[in-house]
């Protein structure tokens, strides 16, 4: 049975960047950073308005193809209900287009928005499970997704079973010692154009490299940060994707050549270091300025967050 949602009904979600592979936990593993958007909805008696502010401002569609508006469609369908209209307001502070999950953002933040709406029509919200499902099917990949959602590290996975494909994650621990440092550039990039320059096929020793990598990264991630140069070095995805942003791919390299474990951020261009020391390398913060990259630390993002009415973020 599908329900009405009365009007004047506001909600908010705020929901954090992401950083999804980590050098070699190609499409697996992800971590949340604190980096947030913004999302108020109201419910209204017809028709749909879009505002945004900060990022996209300006170039991004401002009506029922917005990738917000997409994904609250799909919440209010998961959740059984419906809306007349809706002012939907987002505030961006995660660039587009530049590796740190604005996209998955969007999407997570936008199906967590009708959990604030359905709560207060009396109706039961999405589950933590839902929401990587729902969210992982826009993108056909949990690892963004999940991290948006439940904060902090996270492993996720697919399950095939030849029906619809099943998501979902664990979280991690993140040691509290590790610092992460986002290096963001003025290029943009997307995901769908450096996937293509990924092979089909790959070796047996190249998927033992990275297998063995993408393990132990688990490991230093939680307990033995002092392994995570080893631990982040990948073969089956930065070396392909270097051509397409010669920058970043020389960044990587400075930084990792001054000791400072460092990945490419998602499909890039941003790149993300994480360090146990408390300030980078001054080679690659002169590396930085030179080639127009914003150094910033970041902490470990939370999950999303929901709640009825219009919240202060903080």
């Known amino acids: 049975m599908t329900h009405a949602l009365p009007v004047g009904l506001t909600a908010t979600s705020v929901v954090a960047a992401s950083s999804a592979n980590l ?3 190609f499409d ?9 958007d913004e ?3 109201e419910t209204t008696e017809s028709g749909l308005t879009v505002e945004v502010e900060g990022e996209g401002a300006g170039q991004v569609p401002l009506d029922a193809s917005h990738l ?6 799909r919440g209010l369908q998961a959740a059984g209900v419906t809306a007349a209209g809706m002012t939907v307001r987002c505030r961006n502070d995660i660039p587009h287009s530049r590796g740190l999950g604005s996209s998955a953002a969007a999407v997570v933040g936008g199906l967590a928005v009708v959990n604030g709406l359905v709560a207060q029509a009396g109706l039961t919200p999405l589950t933590e499970q839902q929401l990587v499902q729902l969210s992982s099917e826009f993108e056909g990949h949990p690892d963004n997704a999940s991290a948006a959602v439940l904060g902090g590290g996270v492993v996720s996975w697919t399950e095939d079973d030849g029906a619809a494909p099943r998501y979902a994650a664990a979280p991690i621990r993140v ?4 610092r992460l440092f986002s290096g963001i550039p003025t290029q943009r990039s997307s995901t769908a154009e450096t996937r293509v320059l990924l092979p089909d096929h790959v070796s047996h020793a190249d998927a033992r490299f990275n297998v063995s990598r993408a393990a132990l990264l688990v490991v230093a991630l939680t307990e033995r940060p002092d392994l995570l140069m080893a631990a982040t070095e990948d073969v089956l995805h930065q070396p392909q994707r270097a051509a ?3 920058a970043s791919a020389e960044y990587l390299r400075v930084l990792r050549r001054c000791g400072c474990a460092a990945v490419l951020s998602g499909a890039g261009p941003s790149v993300l270091a994480l360090s146990t020391t408390p300030k980078l390398p001054a080679e690659a913060l002169e590396f930085a300025t030179a080639n127009g990259f914003t150094v910033s630390e970041m902490t470990v993002g939370n999950g999303v967050r929901w709640t009825s009415g219009v919240a202060v973020r903080s």
């Open 23 to 25: 050098g070699p936990g």
């Open 28 to 36: 697996s593993l992800g971590i949340a950073l604190g980096l947030y």
């Open 39 to 41: 999302i108020v909805v």
């Open 68 to 73: 917000v508006v997409r994904a609250i469609d």
């Open 175 to 178: 040691h509290p010692d590790i």
């Open 244 to 246: 397409a942003m010669p």
